[in-house]
């Protein structure tokens, strides 16, 4: 079965610090990948995606992740974390030819002063 | 232009109730999705519509849940003999065609006394 692993719930980061989050899969084949942030109240945002091509994606809000193919890894950064970005962030994955997206349970991020 | 839209925001309910939940896609969006996020969980599948026809709704729990889109447009989830268990947030998503990222509404919380 298809699964998508967060294994940090919270993290809490310095403003100012960098930041990694972590995000494992189980899949047969490279799936099409995507960080989501959710913010109280708020929708799920699209921070950044890798269908294929570049290992090293940009996004939006100055985050950046790396798929590594060999350990089935897509780990989200920021080199300096702001408050604002304290939030809920979600992998997620979608297998090629298939629609649905497959949710890790999240990553909540505190960023202290 | 105006994102995805979600109708009501929150929604409280008894017990045994019928309660329909409604979804705006992005104009020119033919793909609809709904997905269900309980409380400190990631979002889970439960339909996608490609135009007017549920192309995958192996996620809807069991028949008490089901889903329109008559129009290709607006999609409405429906729950049947609503139980507690059915408490949790209600998100949809739309993408310009299959295959292609999905951009989520605000969501709707509902919650069953």
């Known amino acids: 079965a298809q699964s998508v692993t967060q294994p940090d719930i919270h993290i809490t980061v310095s403003e100012g610090a960098s930041l990694e989050l972590r995000c494992n899969y189980s899949?047969?084949?490279?799936?099409?990948l995507f960080w989501y942030v959710q913010s109280p109240g708020q929708g799920l945002q699209l921070l950044l995606k890798?269908?294929?091509?570049?290992?090293l994606v940009q996004g939006i809000k100055g985050f950046e992740a790396e798929f590594k193919r060999s350990q089935s890894s897509f780990n989200l950064r920021k080199p300096s974390v702001h408050w604002s970005d304290a939030a809920e962030y979600f992998c997620?994955?979608?297998?090629?030819?298939?629609?649905?997206?497959?949710f890790g349970t999240g990553t909540r991020l505190l960023v202290s002063p | 232009g105006a994102g995805v839209s979600q109708t009501p925001s929150n929604k409280v309910t008894e017990k045994g109730k019928y309660v329909e939940l409604r979804c705006d896609p992005i104009?020119?969006?033919?793909?609809l999705y709904w997905y269900r996020q309980s409380l400190g969980q990631g979002p889970e599948f439960l339909i996608y519509f490609q135009g007017t026809g549920a192309a995958d709704d192996s996620g809807l729990p069991n028949d008490r849940f089901f889903a329109v889109r008559p129009e290709g447009s607006v999609s409405t989830l429906k729950i049947q003999r609503t139980e507690r268990g059915d408490s949790a947030v209600y998100l949809c998503?739309?993408?310009?065609?299959?295959?292609?990222?999905?951009?989520f509404g605000p969501g709707t919380r509902l919650l069953v006394l």
């Open positions: 997620a994955v979608v297998r090629p030819g298939f629609q649905k997206l497959v």
């Open positions: 899949y047969g084949a490279t799936p099409y």
């Open positions: 998503a739309s993408s310009p065609g299959a295959q292609e990222t999905q951009y």
């Open positions: 890798y269908f294929s091509g570049d290992t």
């Open positions: 104009s020119g969006h033919t793909a």
